[in-house]
């Protein structure tokens, strides 16, 4: 019996080293990211970004760039992949603290609150310009669904031209359009990060309808800037079979559109940067994944050799399940270093 | 012969696991039937007037309310039976005077115990895929229908939307994650049952008379130790494992970031597998040399 004991506590020791050693080897094989340099002049001590509103002028700087109030001429749809919540709030005269959010960390456009205003620099007045005068960079279908969003990936350019220059026109009453709504097509800006309803598609009967929006005066819209079924007739280009299949095919491929939420706060000094994240991890999975199961596995491997316990048939079981879960270690550390 | 021991601990079960299926079904029917009863009538007449007859819709939506509570309470109740019936035969079968004629049976202590241990952990199941049905029923009938349809399926399109959006977001990844959402209750529930079995069995090693109230002391004691033990090992280090884990993920693709969640997942599986190994290989160790039924 004290003959085993010593066996069982050299094994442990034996192993033990090799885990350390595999440890040690696995942190040296590890190249961690770079750190964000510590004397950023544009972020706080918590590396989230520092914003100042200047109330005379309207702007706000920031990321080393000043944004400048901007008025859309069209309604504008925030349709990113992702909006990035920034952590440090600004205090403006009229609606006090109020955060700022963006398509990305670093944005050319800028949120105010939500919905209270757009601030551009150069490059992203020029993007919305050019989005609000009809020189989209890409298009898209989206549904009109009020429950979840589709859209397409950008479509080709032609196909926008065929819709906008058709020749092929009818006028129609406007209220038969009013549940013959089948897609928008929108228009988005160079960041891709806003987009404009240049018109919508419209079945009726079995003929496909194109209303440009763009083209259309004040009367056709409502006072919240949405085209109106009230009352009236409008000039609808018709759509020919090619079209009609092409948008048929269009629609069918509409992929839901989820817009990821990013906050900076668990993007920038989350306490840990990768290096420290790599040794706790190899540390946790070293205790857990080696540590933990190697006593059943040194114990299940004697048991099932010794004479006085019988059942080796179960504990060869255990040594398989104990082995397994040290596998699933090696596996876990492989994957994510 | 585990197929023989298996086939007769199943059968006392089963006599009285159909009146319990029965009565969660019926109870589920009679529930929702009550329930839509109740929430069609309200609709139908909330527009009356008078102050005595909103206080009287009140009371009738209130009833049925409570009504419908107390069902779904007694079908989630009903899970405490089996697991009761399935350990009292295996303290009945072994532990009192029938444990006599139970060991003189020409099988081995290791295919008895391990027979008692299967017919827990088939009843278990049995009774979860019950409780999965009598929760179908009730999503299906309770909600009122368009149209005046018997059957709602809002909810269930409602799953398959959510399905939908797990699969768009994981991929074939979910069918992993599935498997191994099987396989965790499969080990959790043998791990359960082998805890009990034990606590059962050291209860009648150690005391001569009130076994089973020895055992349900000495249940809560191991649940406990095992509860601070798990807390310690298994808390402690996987906290620090998810804070590490989420950085070290960051910059991962979603395959990598899944195979991860798997992984992680298919070791603890692993180890509630082994516990309940361990917790197996105890009481049976205990039953093949502790036991005297003199």
Redesign the interface.
């Known amino acids: 019996m004290k003959k085993n004991v010593q066996r069982l506590l050299f094994a442990f020791l034996c192993v033990s080293l090799l885990v350390s050693a595999l440890t040690v080897g696995a942190l040296a094989a590890f190249e961690g990211d770079e750190l964000d340099p510590d004397n950023d002049p544009y972020r706080d001590d918590s590396g989230h970004v520092h914003w100042y509103y200047n109330s005379e002028t309207d702007t706000i700087r920031g990321l080393g760039k000043e944004y400048v109030y901007y008025e859309p001429t069209q309604n504008l749809l925030y349709d990113a992949q992702k909006r990035y919540y920034f952590e440090n709030e600004v205090w403006v005269p009229s609606g006090g603290e109020m955060p700022l959010y963006g398509y990305s960390d670093n944005p050319e456009i800028l949120e105010l609150g939500y919905w209270d205003g757009l601030y551009v620099t150069e490059a992203g007045r020029v993007s919305l310009d050019a989005l609000c005068n009809g020189n989209a960079a890409t298009y898209r279908l989206r549904s009109n669904s009020a429950y979840y969003t589709e859209r397409t990936e950008p479509i080709e350019h032609d196909f926008v031209q065929s819709l906008t220059a058709g020749t092929n026109k009818k006028t129609v009453e406007v209220t038969a359009l009013k549940n013959a709504l089948v897609c928008y097509l929108y228009g988005y800006d160079g960041t891709d990060a806003y987009g404009c309803a240049y018109g919508g598609i419209y079945q009726l009967d079995t003929e496909y309808y194109y209303i440009h929006y763009l083209t259309l005066g004040n009367q056709y819209f409502d006072a919240d800037g949405n085209f109106s079924y009230r009352s009236g007739t409008v000039e609808a280009v018709v759509l020919d079979e090619a079209q009609a299949e092409r948008l048929t095919t269009l629609n069918a491929a509409m992929d839901t559109h989820v817009v990821e939420s990013v906050w900076e706060d668990d993007e920038t000094r989350s306490g840990m940067d990768r290096t420290s994240a790599a040794i706790v991890f190899v540390m946790s999975v070293g205790f857990l994944g080696f540590l933990v199961p190697l006593p059943l596995l040194i114990v299940s491997i004697c048991m099932a050799k010794s004479r006085y316990r019988g059942y080796p048939k179960y504990w060869y079981l255990l040594t398989a399940v104990s082995a397994a879960w040290m596998v699933v270690a090696v596996l876990l550390l492989i994957v994510v270093l | 012969m585990l197929k023989k021991v298996l086939k007769y601990d199943m059968a006392s079960i089963k006599r009285y696991w159909w009146l319990i299926a029965a009565a969660v079904l019926g109870i589920s029917v009679v529930g929702s039937l009550v329930f839509r009863g109740v929430y069609l009538y309200f609709e139908n007449v909330q527009n009356s007037p008078g102050q005595a007859e909103d206080i009287f819709l009140s009371l009738v939506m209130m009833a049925g309310m409570i009504f419908l509570f107390i069902c779904v309470m007694a079908v989630f109740s009903s899970a405490f039976v089996t697991p009761v019936m399935t350990h009292l035969r295996y303290y009945r079968n072994f532990f009192t005077d029938e444990g006599y004629l139970t060991f003189t049976l020409p099988v081995s202590r290791?295919t008895l115990y391990l027979s008692k241990t299967v017919n827990s952990l088939l009843w278990t199941v049995a009774h979860a895929l019950l409780l999965v049905v009598a929760f179908s029923i009730t999503i299906t009938l309770a909600p009122p229908a368009e149209n005046g349809h018997v059957l709602n399926f809002v909810v269930w399109q409602g799953l398959g939307d959510a399905l939908s959006?797990a699969w768009?977001a994981v991929g074939a990844w979910m069918l992993v994650y599935i498997l191994e959402g099987i396989l965790l209750l499969i080990c959790s529930s043998a791990m359960s049952i082998g805890l009990i079995q034990l606590c059962i069995t050291i209860g009648a090693v150690i005391a001569k008379k009130h076994k089973l109230l020895a055992a349900i002391g000495i249940y809560y004691a191991v649940n406990m130790a095992t509860s601070t033990l798990y807390q310690i090992?298994?808390g402690c280090?996987?906290a620090?494992?998810v804070?590490?884990?989420a950085?070290?993920?960051?910059?991962?693709t979603v395959s990598?970031q899944n195979?991860?969640a798997s992984?992680?997942l298919?070791?603890f599986i692993?180890?509630v597998?082994?516990l309940a190994?361990?917790l197996?290989?105890i009481a049976?160790?205990l039953v093949?040399r502790r036991l005297n039924l003199a």
């Open positions: 290791k959006a768009n090992v298994f280090g996987s620090f494992l804070s590490s884990l950085e070290l993920l960051r910059g991962c990598e195979a991860a992984l992680i298919l070791a692993l180890a597998a082994a190994m361990v197996h290989f049976l160790g093949e």
